[in-house]
């Protein structure tokens, strides 16, 4: 396991479609969390689990936005109607109990058109 | 509400010259990060600091953390051209295993030959 995976890379969609982000997090690591970047700003939390439990949602996950994590080991992000505002980097990192560090992916990068 | 303030938050820097990048932060946390970000591309870890006093040093970098005053540097000695890029501090908070991070809005560093 070489780190964070997460697919696709880049990913350019009409508005009002819906995508999904996949995050594969370093095997041994319970905890995942996502973040957004928009241009020329830091990443900002989204949401983080706890093995396959939605444990925080940050007030800018809005009702369009929905995270899974079913097994406790993946995550998805999936963002319906999307809009322009969306256009963003997403994030995703992993870390345990022993070590809470975060690892962190080479990101999605989103361009809503 | 947690808040991480940098400064500056653009830096053009002649070659071989020195700075000191600050991060200051609202409230008490357990840990400080600081990244390095290439254009278009993910968070590279650059230090953990883990207590009052911590120094880290690599290469031509080194951090430093103050809890008391809740502020941290990240120097620069000695400028190369392969230092241009955007650096963020990220302080943790944790809450119930959720060691989220809240970033800085980072520093653009260029750096000129």
């Not at chain 1, 990913?11 to 370093?26: A, L, S, Y």
């Not at chain 2, 600091?49 to 080194?62: D, F, I, P, T, Y």
Request: net charge neutral; with cysteine; aromatic share 10%.
């Amino acid at each position: 396991d070489t780190g964070v995976s997460q697919n696709p890379r880049h990913k350019i969609t009409k508005r009002g479609q819906n995508v999904t982000f996949r995050c594969d997090p370093i095997s041994e690591h319970n905890r995942l969390y996502w973040y957004r970047q928009t241009l020329g700003q830091g990443p900002e939390f989204l949401t983080y689990f706890q093995n396959e439990a939605q444990l925080e949602k940050s007030r800018l996950l809005s009702d369009r936005f929905s995270a899974e994590r079913p097994k406790g080991s993946f995550s998805t992000l999936e963002i319906q109607r999307t809009e322009q505002g969306d256009s963003a980097m997403y994030l995703c990192a992993s870390n345990s109990e022993s070590n809470t560090e975060a690892f962190f992916g080479q990101g999605t990068r989103l361009t809503v058109v | 509400e947690l808040k991480v303030e940098q400064n500056p938050l653009f830096l053009s820097m002649q070659e071989g010259k020195n700075y000191t990048i600050y991060c200051n932060y609202s409230t008490t946390s357990d840990r400080l990060y600081w990244y390095r970000q290439d254009p278009g591309k993910s968070l590279e870890s650059l230090f953990v600091l883990l207590s009052n006093g911590a120094v880290k040093q690599e290469g031509r970098l080194m951090a430093s953390l103050d809890t008391k005053a809740r502020l941290s540097t990240l120097h620069i000695t000695a400028a190369v051209h392969d230092l241009s890029a955007t650096y963020f501090c990220a302080v943790e908070s944790s809450n119930f295993g959720n060691e989220k991070l809240t970033f800085g809005t980072g520093t653009r560093l260029t750096i000129i030959p």
